[in-house]
């Protein structure tokens, strides 16, 4: 045969992700494409003196899968050396970090990053404030995010050496008290982003070192292309440097993030030295816009259409002035390119829309929303109506079981929270993504709770919504062929087919007939990205 394969999988059960031919029996590739998939039989033929041939022993073969939410330096950026994700106590807290102090000695002017502390760790009687981390670290500057990323904590002494302890009057989300001094929470990306100033950056050379560490984790669950939701031109750069040096293995949407403030004629900028298709490569891509409307519930940033039911209470904010995100997605528009909203509060969802709505590329182009954490339901008909395209965290859809979520939006708001499965019975397609470093990249923890949507307190406690879970062939779908679809890369990636990307995972049992619980002992046995294999275990 003219086209030998270079690698040859036969002997295991092959999922294609094809809705009209979803099963196989082998698989050949050749280079960094898929030759053929079909009988074992029929790949015999593909078979050459030089091809490898992996025997599969009853694995489980499919297409890589697709993270359809990423943030992939974000923990290269703010790189947390403590975590406190699992304390329930403010005296836990302070324990953890001044212990944490006295293990990672360093001078005065060294920072001390930590992630992952949950809003309901305080409350109105102690809500969040410097001197509560003066009190365990003092002498160091002290940064702390919550574990979604929206709300930052900072001591005394980090605010002073970045010259905000009164806070700064042109950048919003600093908490002052009644003093007019920071209180050291900080809310939404603005006010990050000033206090980042501060913070020394990593080295290129450690940067690089912690993204290829994380490359390779990401190949170990079967991994092989994310959809990053943050960007902009030194990201782009550094993902080029990685190609350019063979190093990049994993498939890398790279969207121009458009922070407060940003001009629309900063797209058509971008278009024109970064995003052209010209531009893309096999593993980059740069045709997103990616917008934040809103912040979150928890912290009441979320935009609501009726006021909170509990502290701060009101509708939320908007991250963009008034006028400035319609201005920014009618640039996208115009230039071609597709955008992506993250929108929570049913007023940001239902804002996205309205813009999408105004513009005539959004079929087309695929105009997306990332999360939808509640739908007011005279928007369910839209999303199909215009062709938006949804993107979803199975795993988020635990915070609608925290009682303090429960409080903020009242019980009839509740019932339209993460509704998974009446987007879906609206005709609609999810693709799925973790929205790491806020959840895991683990794929079995993702899949197993979508299954089955536990309670988040335990098998004793409420369960929120579970009608909403999926079956495991909507969840492979939307971390495959609908996370494909989602970024404009169907027949490509997602699917196993002659002519696509060579991108496949294999794993040691078949997910069709495991129970939740099984998940996390099903083990990815092989990862091939582009036709070279990047992980391989017990195979």
């Not at 998939?37 to 694995?59: C, D, S």
């Not at 000695?105 to 969040?128: K, M, V």
């Not at 913070?199 to 190949?219: D, K, M, Y």
């Not at 782009?236 to 790279?254: I, K, N, S």
Request: proline fraction near 7%; glycine fraction near 8%.
């Amino acid at each position: 045969m003219k086209n030998h394969a270079s690698l040859l999988l036969t002997g295991g059960r092959v999922y294609t992700g094809l809705p009209n031919a979803p099963w196989a029996e082998a698989v050949a590739l050749g280079g960094d494409r898929i030759l053929f998939v079909g009988t074992t039989a029929e790949a015999e033929k593909f078979r050459g003196p030089a091809t490898e041939v992996i025997a599969l022993a009853g694995n489980f073969l499919m297409p890589g899968l697709i993270d359809a939410h990423f943030h992939l330096l974000w923990q290269v950026h703010f790189r947390a050396g403590v975590c406190v994700d699992d304390l329930t106590e403010i005296s836990a807290l302070q324990a953890t970090l001044s212990s944490y102090a006295e293990s990672h000695p360093g001078t005065q002017d060294d920072w001390i990053l930590g992630r992952g502390f949950a809003y309901e760790l305080f409350s109105a009687s102690q809500p969040p404030h410097r001197a509560l981390l003066d009190a365990a670290v003092p002498d160091r500057p002290l940064l702390l995010s919550s574990f979604d990323m929206h709300t930052f904590l900072a001591n005394t002494r980090a605010l002073e050496m970045a010259g905000l302890l009164h806070g700064d009057p042109e950048t919003p989300g600093f908490m002052l008290d009644e003093n007019g001094l920071a209180t050291g929470e900080m809310r939404e990306f603005a006010a990050l982003a000033r206090m980042e100033k501060a913070i020394p950056a990593l080295t290129p050379e450690a940067e690089r070192a912690f993204f290829l560490r994380q490359q390779a984790n990401l190949h170990r669950f079967g991994i092989t292309a994310v959809q990053n939701k943050d960007g902009d031109a030194d990201q782009l750069a550094f993902f080029r440097d990685l190609e350019a040096d063979g190093l990049l293995r994993l498939r890398v949407q790279c969207p121009l993030m458009c922070p407060r403030g940003t001009p629309p004629e900063a797209i058509a900028e971008w278009r024109a030295t970064h995003g052209s298709p010209t531009h893309e490569s096999p593993y980059i891509r740069t045709t997103t816009i990616k917008l934040f409307y809103d912040g979150v519930i928890d912290s009441g940033t979320a935009a609501v259409l009726s006021p909170y039911q509990a502290p701060p209470f009101g509708h939320g904010e908007t991250i963009h002035a008034a006028g400035d995100y319609d201005a920014l997605v009618r640039a996208a528009d115009a230039e071609g390119f597709q955008v992506v909203t993250h929108a929570i509060g049913d007023a940001a969802v239902r804002a996205a829309l309205d813009a999408y709505a105004s513009v005539p590329g959004t079929r087309r182009l695929r105009h997306r929303i990332e999360h939808i954490e509640i739908l007011d339901p005279a928007d369910l008909p839209r999303f199909r109506e215009l062709g938006v395209v949804i993107s979803v965290q199975p795993i988020h859809a635990c915070f609608a079981d925290i009682p303090a979520y429960r409080a903020l939006i009242g019980p009839e708001r509740h019932a339209w929270c993460f509704p998974f499965r009446t987007l879906i019975e609206a005709g609609n397609v999810l693709a799925l993504g973790s929205d790491h470093p806020v959840a895991t990249y683990d794929p079995r923890v993702t899949i197993a709770y979508a299954l089955s949507r536990p309670p988040y307190g335990g098998p004793d406690a409420p369960a929120a919504t579970p009608r909403h879970h999926l079956s495991i062939e909507e969840i492979l779908a939307g971390y495959t062929r609908h996370a494909a679809y989602a970024d404009h890369h169907e027949n490509q990636i997602g699917v196993l087919t002659a002519g696509a990307f060579a991108d496949l995972a294999v794993f040691d049992a078949d997910p069709f007939t495991m129970a939740p619980e099984d998940f996390a002992n099903w083990n990815c046995t092989l990862t091939v990205s582009g036709g070279q294999i990047v992980h391989r275990s017990g195979i």
